[in-house]
């Protein structure tokens, strides 16, 4: 999702309530002149249970989201800091092998950073996870050729497991970014509190007159915290952003 489908599910889910609520005002203000006042309670267990799944679920989503956001900060992390022992463990190679190996892990560091510039270009992302194969590739050869020129087996260890632990984590990384809520789920979370602001309405039927402090707070609230959950939930997209994380592959770019 991008941050305009986000923010349109958000101003449609809050105008949605508004609605939803007034039109379960007007059905149970019908209801109470066919029926009378003495059937009021009758729903009240029924309201209990789909605002408390309601609860449960904006728990569990927020919680989901707020999980997975951590594990993407920690791989940003992890990456850099796999990025940063391979290029260093370069120096037990052979001086004739280092340069071109050097120049690959420039170019690799950049491209890697192409991918998570602008990932609502999906093209442009296929693009930089193509390049990033190819780099893996070049790389890890001419790093098997340097080490076949070496007599230690410890360096070769060190270099290959290095290597090894920097490939991967682009795989990670890739899988990790596609996480996201289930459809269904996301669905349920949006159509879950328009369910609510009806059965609030009927439940604010009683009154003589309607609240617009509360059927706004209700609103507002309900529909802040989606938007939360949402935005959580695409970091790169949103107003809560994970590219701060990416500061620390930049400075070892510069370092290159």
């Known amino acids: 999702m991008s941050i305009y489908e986000i923010t349109l599910v958000t101003f449609g889910l809050f105008f949605g309530i508004?609605?939803?609520?007034?039109?379960?005002?007007?059905?149970?203000?019908?209801?109470?002149?066919?029926?009378?006042?003495?059937?009021?309670?009758?729903f009240v267990a029924v309201e209990g249970a789909v605002f408390g799944l309601m609860g449960l679920l904006i728990?569990?989503?927020?919680?989901?989201?707020?999980?997975?956001?951590?594990?993407r900060r920690?791989?940003?992390?992890?990456?850099?800091?796999?990025?940063?022992?391979?290029?260093?463990?370069?120096?037990?190679?052979?001086?004739?092998?280092?340069?071109?190996?050097?120049?690959?892990?420039?170019q690799y560091v950049d491209t890697r950073l192409a991918v998570y510039r602008d990932v609502t270009n999906r093209q442009s992302v296929l693009q930089s996870l193509a390049l990033t194969k190819s780099l893996q590739d070049e790389i890890w050869s001419r790093a098997v050729t340097a080490c076949e020129e070496v007599s230690s087996p410890a360096i070769t260890d060190l270099v290959i497991t290095s290597l090894n632990a920097m490939i991967d984590i682009t795989t990670t990384r890739t899988t990790a970014a596609q996480m996201h809520l289930p459809v269904l789920i996301r669905d349920l979370l949006i159509v879950l509190p328009l369910v609510c602001a009806l059965l609030a309405g009927?439940?604010?039927?009683?009154?003589?007159?309607?609240?617009?402090?509360?059927?706004?707070?209700?609103?507002?609230?309900l529909s802040i915290t989606i938007f939360v959950i949402l935005d959580l939930d695409y970091p790169r997209v949103g107003l809560i952003r994970i590219d701060v994380f990416d500061q620390s592959l930049v400075d070892l770019r510069k370092s290159m």
């Open 18 to 42: 508004l609605c939803l609520m007034e039109i379960g005002r007007l059905l149970g203000r019908l209801r109470i002149r066919k029926v009378g006042r003495a059937t009021e309670g009758s």
């Open 74 to 106: 920690q791989l940003a992390v992890e990456e850099t800091n796999d990025i940063g022992t391979a290029w260093k463990r370069l120096d037990l190679l052979p001086a004739s092998r280092q340069a071109a190996l050097r120049e690959d892990f420039r």
């Open 202 to 221: 009927l439940d604010a039927a009683s009154l003589h007159r309607r609240s617009p402090v509360h059927m706004l707070g209700f609103a507002l609230v």
């Open 59 to 71: 728990a569990f989503t927020f919680a989901a989201a707020a999980t997975r956001f951590e594990t």
